[in-house]
Protein backbone atom coordinates (compact mmCIF):
# COMPACT_ATOMS: atom_id res chain seq x y z
CA UNK A 1 0.00 0.00 0.00
CA UNK A 2 0.87 3.73 -0.88
CA UNK A 3 -0.04 7.14 0.00
CA UNK A 4 -2.50 7.47 2.64
CA UNK A 5 -5.38 4.81 3.04
CA UNK A 6 -9.08 4.90 4.20
CA UNK A 7 -11.14 2.07 5.78
CA UNK A 8 -14.13 1.53 5.17
CA UNK A 9 -15.26 3.23 2.09
CA UNK A 10 -18.67 3.13 2.87
CA UNK A 11 -20.88 3.56 5.60
CA UNK A 12 -24.24 3.42 6.59
CA UNK A 13 -25.05 3.62 10.29
CA UNK A 14 -28.08 3.88 12.44
CA UNK A 15 -27.68 6.97 15.05
CA UNK A 16 -27.52 4.73 17.70
CA UNK A 17 -24.86 2.53 16.31
CA UNK A 18 -20.88 3.11 17.46
CA UNK A 19 -18.39 2.50 14.34
CA UNK A 20 -14.72 3.61 13.91
CA UNK A 21 -13.53 5.02 10.55
CA UNK A 22 -9.40 3.90 10.10
CA UNK A 23 -6.61 5.97 8.02
CA UNK A 24 -3.08 4.72 7.98
CA UNK A 25 -0.77 6.79 6.21
CA UNK A 26 2.79 5.08 4.57
CA UNK A 27 4.48 8.45 3.87
CA UNK A 28 6.85 8.72 7.25
CA UNK A 29 4.23 11.62 7.97
CA UNK A 30 4.58 13.06 11.20
CA UNK A 31 1.08 15.07 10.85
CA UNK A 32 -2.39 13.61 10.52
CA UNK A 33 -5.35 15.04 9.94
CA UNK A 34 -9.48 14.42 9.44
CA UNK A 35 -12.02 16.73 7.21
CA UNK A 36 -15.48 16.54 7.06
CA UNK A 37 -17.01 17.11 2.97
CA UNK A 38 -20.34 17.87 2.58
CA UNK A 39 -22.31 18.63 -0.54
CA UNK A 40 -21.92 22.26 -1.65
CA UNK A 41 -19.56 23.23 1.66
CA UNK A 42 -15.79 24.16 1.70
CA UNK A 43 -14.12 21.41 3.42
CA UNK A 44 -14.21 21.53 7.29
CA UNK A 45 -11.11 20.55 9.31
CA UNK A 46 -12.35 18.57 12.07
CA UNK A 47 -8.67 17.41 13.75
CA UNK A 48 -5.53 17.85 14.31
CA UNK A 49 -2.29 15.77 15.03
CA UNK A 50 1.33 16.83 14.79
CA UNK A 51 3.71 14.13 16.65
CA UNK A 52 0.81 12.10 17.93
CA UNK A 53 -0.28 14.95 20.08
CA UNK A 54 -3.89 16.63 19.22
CA UNK A 55 -3.17 20.20 17.97
CA UNK A 56 -6.61 20.88 16.80
CA UNK A 57 -10.10 20.75 17.55
CA UNK A 58 -12.48 22.84 15.57
CA UNK A 59 -15.16 22.97 17.92
CA UNK A 60 -16.28 19.14 16.39
CA UNK A 61 -19.51 17.77 18.35
CA UNK A 62 -18.17 14.78 21.02
CA UNK A 63 -19.62 12.18 19.04
CA UNK A 64 -16.87 12.46 16.87
CA UNK A 65 -13.74 11.20 19.10
CA UNK A 66 -10.23 11.11 17.35
CA UNK A 67 -7.36 8.77 18.12
CA UNK A 68 -4.16 8.76 17.27
CA UNK A 69 -2.01 5.68 18.26
CA UNK A 70 0.70 6.54 16.33
CA UNK A 71 1.99 8.81 13.71
CA UNK A 72 1.17 6.15 10.77
CA UNK A 73 -2.76 5.59 11.92
CA UNK A 74 -5.33 7.59 12.80
CA UNK A 75 -8.87 7.15 13.80
CA UNK A 76 -12.30 8.52 14.06
CA UNK A 77 -14.65 7.12 16.52
CA UNK A 78 -18.46 7.83 16.02
CA UNK A 79 -21.38 7.49 18.23
CA UNK A 80 -24.81 8.53 18.30
CA UNK A 81 -24.65 10.45 14.68
CA UNK A 82 -27.40 12.42 13.71
CA UNK A 83 -28.11 12.47 9.71
CA UNK A 84 -26.37 15.75 9.55
CA UNK A 85 -23.29 13.97 9.83
CA UNK A 86 -23.70 12.19 6.42
CA UNK A 87 -20.71 12.96 4.24
CA UNK A 88 -17.40 12.22 2.81
CA UNK A 89 -15.02 11.91 6.04
CA UNK A 90 -11.34 13.00 4.24
CA UNK A 91 -8.22 11.71 6.13
CA UNK A 92 -4.44 13.75 4.81
CA UNK A 93 -1.25 13.61 6.27
CA UNK A 94 1.95 15.67 5.97
CA UNK A 95 5.39 16.26 6.97
CA UNK A 96 5.72 19.13 9.56
CA UNK A 97 8.83 20.68 9.73
CA UNK A 98 10.27 23.29 11.89
CA UNK A 99 10.55 27.08 10.79
CA UNK A 100 6.63 27.02 9.45
CA UNK A 101 7.88 25.14 5.99
CA UNK A 102 4.86 24.00 4.59
CA UNK A 103 4.79 20.62 3.12
CA UNK A 104 1.61 19.40 0.75
CA UNK A 105 -0.96 17.35 2.31
CA UNK A 106 -1.64 14.27 0.72
CA UNK A 107 -5.65 12.89 1.02
CA UNK A 108 -6.95 10.27 1.69
CA UNK A 109 -10.15 8.95 -0.74
CA UNK A 110 -12.63 9.22 1.89
CA UNK A 111 -15.45 7.37 3.92
CA UNK A 112 -18.62 8.08 2.50
CA UNK A 113 -20.55 7.93 5.52
CA UNK A 114 -24.81 7.70 5.35
CA UNK A 115 -26.40 8.39 8.83
CA UNK A 116 -29.86 7.02 9.02
CA UNK B 1 -10.40 34.33 9.94
CA UNK B 2 -9.22 33.75 6.33
CA UNK B 3 -12.32 32.75 3.63
CA UNK B 4 -11.70 31.58 -0.02
CA UNK B 5 -14.20 32.11 -2.55
CA UNK B 6 -15.27 29.93 -5.47
CA UNK B 7 -18.16 31.69 -7.11
CA UNK B 8 -18.65 29.52 -9.52
CA UNK B 9 -20.16 26.09 -8.77
CA UNK B 10 -19.76 24.54 -12.33
CA UNK B 11 -17.86 25.37 -15.82
CA UNK B 12 -17.20 23.60 -19.26
CA UNK B 13 -14.70 23.46 -21.28
CA UNK B 14 -14.39 21.80 -24.44
CA UNK B 15 -11.41 19.22 -24.87
CA UNK B 16 -8.36 21.28 -26.61
CA UNK B 17 -9.36 24.32 -25.40
CA UNK B 18 -8.62 26.54 -22.29
CA UNK B 19 -10.79 27.45 -18.75
CA UNK B 20 -10.17 29.68 -16.06
CA UNK B 21 -11.19 28.62 -12.91
CA UNK B 22 -11.65 32.27 -10.42
CA UNK B 23 -10.52 31.97 -6.72
CA UNK B 24 -10.36 35.05 -4.58
CA UNK B 25 -9.47 35.20 -0.75
CA UNK B 26 -9.43 37.22 2.45
CA UNK B 27 -6.70 37.63 4.51
CA UNK B 28 -4.50 40.62 6.59
CA UNK B 29 -1.73 38.18 5.77
CA UNK B 30 1.64 39.43 3.85
CA UNK B 31 2.68 36.04 4.09
CA UNK B 32 0.44 32.37 2.93
CA UNK B 33 0.39 29.78 0.03
CA UNK B 34 -2.14 29.01 -2.23
CA UNK B 35 -2.64 25.90 -3.57
CA UNK B 36 -5.77 24.53 -6.13
CA UNK B 37 -6.75 20.42 -5.73
CA UNK B 38 -8.33 18.20 -8.02
CA UNK B 39 -10.86 15.63 -6.81
CA UNK B 40 -11.75 13.54 -9.63
CA UNK B 41 -15.24 11.46 -9.63
CA UNK B 42 -14.48 8.73 -6.17
CA UNK B 43 -10.85 9.52 -6.28
CA UNK B 44 -8.46 10.63 -4.00
CA UNK B 45 -7.81 14.58 -4.44
CA UNK B 46 -4.47 15.52 -5.48
CA UNK B 47 -2.43 19.09 -5.27
CA UNK B 48 -2.66 20.28 -8.98
CA UNK B 49 -0.54 23.75 -8.32
CA UNK B 50 1.03 25.64 -5.04
CA UNK B 51 1.56 29.58 -5.22
CA UNK B 52 4.10 30.96 -2.33
CA UNK B 53 2.63 34.44 -2.04
CA UNK B 54 5.80 36.20 -1.44
CA UNK B 55 7.20 34.86 -5.09
CA UNK B 56 5.94 37.19 -7.61
CA UNK B 57 6.28 35.02 -10.57
CA UNK B 58 2.88 32.76 -11.22
CA UNK B 59 3.16 29.60 -10.73
CA UNK B 60 3.19 26.16 -13.78
CA UNK B 61 2.95 22.65 -13.44
CA UNK B 62 2.85 21.53 -17.26
CA UNK B 63 -0.92 22.74 -18.44
CA UNK B 64 -1.98 23.94 -15.04
CA UNK B 65 -0.79 27.39 -14.48
CA UNK B 66 -1.77 30.48 -12.05
CA UNK B 67 -2.89 33.91 -12.55
CA UNK B 68 -1.48 35.55 -9.01
CA UNK B 69 -2.68 39.15 -8.48
CA UNK B 70 -1.68 39.59 -4.77
CA UNK B 71 -3.15 43.19 -4.85
CA UNK B 72 -6.51 41.75 -5.61
CA UNK B 73 -6.25 38.87 -3.56
CA UNK B 74 -7.07 36.68 -6.82
CA UNK B 75 -5.44 33.43 -7.58
CA UNK B 76 -7.30 31.89 -10.91
CA UNK B 77 -6.25 28.57 -12.32
CA UNK B 78 -5.86 28.24 -16.15
CA UNK B 79 -5.75 24.82 -17.50
CA UNK B 80 -4.93 24.11 -21.26
CA UNK B 81 -5.68 21.86 -23.89
CA UNK B 82 -7.87 20.36 -21.60
CA UNK B 83 -8.45 16.84 -21.47
CA UNK B 84 -11.23 14.65 -20.51
CA UNK B 85 -9.09 13.68 -17.29
CA UNK B 86 -9.40 17.13 -16.22
CA UNK B 87 -13.19 16.51 -14.86
CA UNK B 88 -13.39 17.22 -11.55
CA UNK B 89 -14.11 19.13 -8.62
CA UNK B 90 -11.16 21.51 -8.30
CA UNK B 91 -10.73 23.11 -4.70
CA UNK B 92 -8.88 26.68 -4.01
CA UNK B 93 -7.21 26.69 -0.93
CA UNK B 94 -5.16 29.07 1.46
CA UNK B 95 -2.81 28.24 4.18
CA UNK B 96 -1.55 31.24 6.72
CA UNK B 97 -0.19 31.63 9.72
CA UNK B 98 -2.79 29.58 11.72
CA UNK B 99 -1.31 26.45 10.09
CA UNK B 100 -4.66 25.46 8.67
CA UNK B 101 -5.86 24.69 5.36
CA UNK B 102 -8.89 26.86 4.64
CA UNK B 103 -11.33 25.57 1.50
CA UNK B 104 -13.04 26.72 -1.27
CA UNK B 105 -16.55 25.35 -1.82
CA UNK B 106 -15.35 24.20 -5.17
CA UNK B 107 -16.08 23.98 -8.90
CA UNK B 108 -17.06 21.05 -10.87
CA UNK B 109 -15.47 21.37 -14.37
CA UNK B 110 -16.94 18.75 -17.03
CA UNK B 111 -14.73 18.66 -19.93
CA UNK B 112 -17.05 18.08 -23.60
CA UNK B 113 -15.41 15.58 -25.68
Known amino acids: ETGVTQTPRHLVMGMTNKKSLKCEQH?????MYWYKQSAKKPLELMFV???????ENNSVPSRFSPECPNSSHLFLHLHTLQPEDSALYLC???????????????FGPGTRLTVL | AQTVTQSQPEMSVQEAETVTLSCTYD???????LFWYKQPPSRQMILVIR??????QNATENRFSVNFQKAAKSFSLKISDSQLGDAAMYFC??????????FGKGITLSVRP
Open chain 1, 92 to 106: ASSQEAAGGLLNEQF
Open chain 1, 27 to 31: LGHNA
Open chain 1, 49 to 55: YNFKEQT
Open chain 2, 27 to 33: TSESDYY
Open chain 2, 51 to 56: QEAYKQ
Open chain 2, 93 to 102: AYYGANSKLT
